[in-house]
């Protein structure tokens, strides 16, 4: 093959089907390079072969995080030892790379090490540990680490280009009560990331947790009685709390109380009580018996509309006083 341009075919095999991508074991991306000289037979279905006399398309490198970015960049298969998701008719190039990738390619994903069920709930300083990544080529690595508060929908980066196997997360920097994913990524120098997110989710709990404003929180429209909802605060030293609820008409202005030393989390309130409008919030605030007060507020504005506009009155109260002003006409007539 001297002097004689070789063609290279990128497969990529993950079977997540059969072997899972699991927290607790290493996780692999393999990448299977071949060159061939005039046609190679793979053990695709149907016995799926490629010529030499094919026209490859230029392509920068490629990075798969999940399975569904194989169907959304429109790559064939599906995910199965029968029929593995497949890259090919692409010439991918690392022009950072001393060695282009001629052997099977492998990569060890980041694994955390040292939490255990009973380190779910963090507080203060927390250190995180995990193994060092590896590639088959012995390219350098660097870490990250993520939270998300939505169960993975989105992240967020606590630290970026580590170089040590471990990072010490201040949790203070983390809204308390919050329900959260850790991660790690490892991203060796071409560009290669592997990740591992942790199977549990983690409590953040420094310190008397704020109650959260369920409803109303924003662009309802309320008439008659309605329950005021919110979810409950959490306290790490187990104190007993109780809760206040008040309104504000003036988007926030000026507070009036509803309630206070409630113990459950909701509350019934008659808007018939108060005039109709469209600038109402509502606040709980969470106090513990060690005396720390957290407070919540519903999320943007909403709108109160009792019928007839009459505000401070039921109807019933409305039709008793139109009684009261007829009993007296005919009174007066006599």
Known sequence: ????????????????????????????????????????????????????????????????????????????????????????????????????????????????????????????????????????????FTYAILYSPDNGQSWTTIASSLTTTNYTIDTTTITDGMHILLKVQAVDSIGFIAQTIYSETFLVLNALSPPIVVSPNGGETLNETVTIEWDASLDPDDHSITYSVYYSSDNGITWTLLASDLTSTSYSWDTTSVPNGLSYLIKVTATCSGGVTREDISDSTFTIQNPAGVPGMTVLMVLLALGIMITIRKSKKR
Do not use: C
């Not at 079977?15 to 991508?21: E, I, P, R, V």
């Not at 692409?90 to 994903?109: E, F, G, R, S, V």
């Open 1 to 140: 093959m001297k002097g004689e341009q070789k063609q290279l075919l990128i497969i990529i095999l993950l079977l997540f089907g059969l072997t899972g991508w699991s927290i607790g074991q290493e996780a692999q991306l393999i990448i299977s390079i071949h060159s061939f000289n005039d046609s190679i037979l793979l053990p695709y279905p149907n016995n799926h072969k490629i010529t030499k006399t094919q026209i490859l398309t230029s392509h920068d490198p490629i990075f798969i995080a999940n399975n569904d970015q194989f169907t959304s960049e429109g790559f064939l298969g599906s995910g199965t030892s029968e029929d593995p998701y497949r890259i090919e008719n692409l010439n991918i190039t690392y022009p950072n790379d001393d060695l282009p990738l001629k052997n099977p390619y492998h990569l060890l994903a980041p694994i955390i090490t040292n939490i255990s069920a009973e380190t779910l709930t963090l507080d203060g300083n927390v250190i995180i540990e995990w193994n060092v990544s590896k590639d088959t080529f012995g390219h350098s």
